[in-house]
């Protein structure tokens, strides 16, 4: 179990709080950051601009992660924030094999080399990811949420083994470049996106499953007025 029941409950009751406010159109990283952090009881320090870890907590570092993706989808695609520099990954690129095997190989190590020095400034010994997918209707009454946690270095560890054993097609596309699971096809046969980078902006997604005891809050609200809201906290 990704939290524990109490910690569901206190997640549900904020989230429920937040989308009874006037103003809460969206739930941004930030604000999910907050939350996760009253939830954790985290009293490390927030992260700056460029830095991979949004909560510190002891020696755990959290990368947090938020996507608007309907309640039945089963597969998402996530982006990176902060992940690249754009100097560093094309000086990177410059010096190694122009290959698609190449430059996949390039891909993965300099990801593994961010999360690394990330996890070494902070003084974090374990990187965890945390996904959390958001849905509501178009009155904005209905809310569903899914949350889960995965091994953040261990992905890229994952993938950086696959690629050695000669799992992992590379293919180059006019956007960047994709990595393709070469053990599992889709509906039309064609190879599973693991992995991609988008060239212009270097920005990175990686693909994921959506699993199956992934922390499932679902809610009705509605926003107050803010009359009511200034009634509510007494405000003369």
């Known amino acids: 179990m990704y939290l524990e029941a109490e910690q569901i ?34 009293s490390g320090p927030r992260s700056k601009r460029k ?12 990368s947090v992660k938020t996507l608007r993706k309907p309640p039945n989808s089963i597969r998402v695609d996530l982006q990176e924030q902060r992940f690249c520099d754009v100097q560093e990954m094309q000086k990177e690129a410059s ?21 690394t020095e990330h996890m070494k400034f902070r003084g974090i010994t374990t990187a965890r990811s945390i996904i959390i997918l958001k849905h509501w209707d178009t009155p904005r009454s209905n809310f569903s949420f899914r949350y889960w946690e995965e091994d ?13 054993d000669g799992e992992i097609e590379w293919v180059i596309l006019p956007a960047g470049i994709h990595a393709r699971d070469r053990l599992r096809q889709d509906g039309n046969g064609k ?16 693909d994921h499953d959506i699993p199956q005891d992934a922390v499932a809050i679902e809610f009705k609200v509605k ?14």
């Open 9 to 42: 409950a206190a997640l549900t009751r904020l989230l429920k709080t937040f989308f009874s406010l006037p103003y809460s159109t969206d739930l941004d990283g930030k604000d999910a950051e907050t939350l996760i952090q009253i939830v954790k009881k985290a």
């Open 51 to 62: 830095e991979l870890f949004d909560i510190v907590d002891g020696k755990i570092g959290y």
């Open 95 to 115: 010096s190694g094999s122009n290959s698609n095997e190449g430059r996949g190989k390039i891909l993965l190590g300099y990801m593994r080399k961010r999360i």
């Open 152 to 164: 953040f270095l261990g992905y890229i560890d994952d993938l950086w083994k696959r690629n050695e």
């Open 191 to 206: 190879n599973v996106r693991l992995l991609r980078m988008h060239q212009k902006h270097n920005q990175i997604f990686t």
């Open 223 to 236: 926003p107050v007025s803010w009359l009511k809201l200034a009634e509510v906290l007494n405000v003369d």
